[in-house]
């Protein structure tokens, strides 16, 4: 049975730091398994922050970030990192780990995952 476990989030000022962990467990392994982290803002649809091949540690990022976010992992822990800094009100919301391609396509499309956890929220005051 697949689990993904989200944990990390909280409430702070904007400015601030948060690191979000991912912890995944029975995700078939897949020359091609990649894995990412989703934003959900209030009333706004899902979007792509940040992915990472499980395998090859490859990664790419919503070019909206501006460099502000760093997705990593750790294979031996089953554990997938977003370290947010530089925080923005407008990066509130909930935010889900993904993993497991449905099918080829942009890495940071909702629609290629399988997997998904339930989510953890942030909230950034201005």
């Known amino acids: 049975q697949v689990q993904l476990v989200e944990s990390g989030g909280g409430s702070v000022q904007a400015g601030r730091s948060l690191r979000l962990t991912c912890i995944a467990n029975g995700v078939p392994d897949s020359s091609n398994n990649f894995m990412a982290w989703f934003h959900q803002a209030p009333g706004k649809e899902r979007e792509g922050v940040a992915a990472?091949?499980?395998?090859?540690?490859?990664?790419t990022y919503a070019d909206s970030l501006g460099g502000r976010f760093t997705i990593s992992q750790d294979n031996a822990k089953n554990t997938m990192y977003l370290q947010m800094n530089s925080l923005k009100p407008e990066d509130s919301g909930m935010y889900y780990c993904?993993?497991?391609?449905?099918?080829?396509?942009?890495?940071?499309?909702?629609?290629?995952?399988?997997?998904w956890g339930q989510g953890t929220q942030v909230t950034v005051s201005s």
């Open positions: 993904a993993a497991g391609l449905r099918t080829s396509g942009w890495l940071l499309d909702h629609d290629v995952y399988i997997y």
């Open positions: 990472i091949s499980v395998h090859s540690g490859l990664t």
